[in-house]
C-alpha cells in the first residue's frame, strides 16, 4: 500500500542554526501535505500545510518544500531554538477523506 | 474555545473489558477521526466521520467502534479490550475532509492488562 516515511528518525542541531527534516511519500496522487509537531504528552499541533500545486509556502521561521517529480516533502525551521525540540510528522492526503502520517523524526536542540 | 477534548487521560483496562474514549469538539468542525499512536508506528487512522450520522473506517478498524449522533461528539469504544490495543489514543476534528489541518486533542493512554 501507499506509505509515508522520513528519511532520519533523529536530528540534532545546535540552537540558532537550521533545521532540515525530510520525508518521503510514495502516493503520487497525494495532493495536500501537513507538517505536525508533537511534544511530549501532547496531541500533535499543526505547523504548516501545502497543497499540490505549490512547491514552496512560507510561515513563521518555518518554510515547507514540495518536490512532487521525486515525491519528496521537507520542513526548514529558521534559527532553531530549544522550543522547536519536539517529534515532527510529515501527512499526506489524497483525493479521499484519510489523513496518514509518517513514523516521525524527533528534533532535539542543543545550547 | 476549548478545541479538542478528550477525557480520560489515563485508563487501565483488563483483557475482555469494555470502554469508551470520549472525544467532544466545540469548534463546529464537521470531520473527526481517531488515531492510535504506538512506538515506532506513527499515528494510525481508526476510524473517521465527515459529519453526523456517517462514519467510516480507517486503516486499523478491527476491534473499535465508533458513532457520529452529534456534530461536537465522536465516541470510540473498544467492545472487548485486548493487549494489542494499549496504545495512545488521539482525536482530531477539521472544518472539512477537503484539505483542512487536523486539530488534535492531548490524548487517552490506555493500558490492556
Known amino acids: 500500500g501507499e506509505s509515508v516515511g522520513l528519511h532520519l528518525p533523529t536530528l540534532s542541531v545546535q540552537e540558532g542554526d537550521n533545521s532540515i527534516i525530510n520525508c518521503a511519500y510514495s502516493n503520487s496522487a497525494s495532493d495536500y501535505f501537513i507538517w505536525y509537531k508533537q511534544e511530549s504528552g501532547k496531541g500533535p499541533q499543526f505547523i504548516i500545510d501545502?497543497?499540490?500545486?505549490?512547491d514552496k509556502r512560507q510561515g513563521q521561521r518555518v518554510t515547507v518544500l514540495l518536490n512532487k517529480t521525486v515525491k519528496h516533502l521537507s520542513l526548514q525551521i529558521a534559527a532553531t531554538q530549544p522550543g522547536d525540540s519536539a517529534v515532527y510528522f510529515c501527512?499526506?492526503?489524497?483525493?479521499?477523506?484519510?489523513?496518514?502520517f509518517g513514523t516521525g523524526t524527533r528534533l532535539q536542540v542543543f545550547p | 474555545n476549548a478545541g479538542v477534548t478528550q477525557t480520560p487521560k489515563f485508563q487501565v483496562l483488563k483483557t475482555g473489558q469494555s470502554m469508551t474514549l470520549q472525544c467532544a469538539q466545540d469548534m463546529n468542525h464537521e470531520y473527526m477521526s481517531w488515531y492510535r499512536q504506538d512506538p515506532g508506528m506513527g499515528l494510525r487512522l481508526i476510524h473517521y466521520?465527515?459529519?453526523?450520522?456517517?462514519?467510516d473506517q480507517g486503516e486499523v478498524p478491527n476491534g473499535y467502534n465508533v458513532s457520529r449522533s452529534t456534530t461536537e461528539d465522536f465516541p470510540l469504544r473498544l467492545l472487548s479490550a485486548a493487549p494489542s490495543q494499549t496504545s495512545v489514543y488521539f482525536c482530531?476534528?477539521?472544518?472539512?475532509?477537503?484539505?483542512?489541518?487536523?486539530?488534535f486533542g492531548n490524548g487517552t493512554r490506555l493500558t490492556v492488562t
Open positions: 482530531a476534528s477539521s472544518y472539512n475532509s477537503n484539505n483542512s489541518p487536523l486539530h
Open positions: 501527512a499526506e492526503k489524497e483525493n479521499t477523506d484519510k489523513l496518514i
Open positions: 466521520s465527515v459529519g453526523a450520522g456517517i462514519t
Open positions: 501545502i497543497r499540490s500545486n505549490m
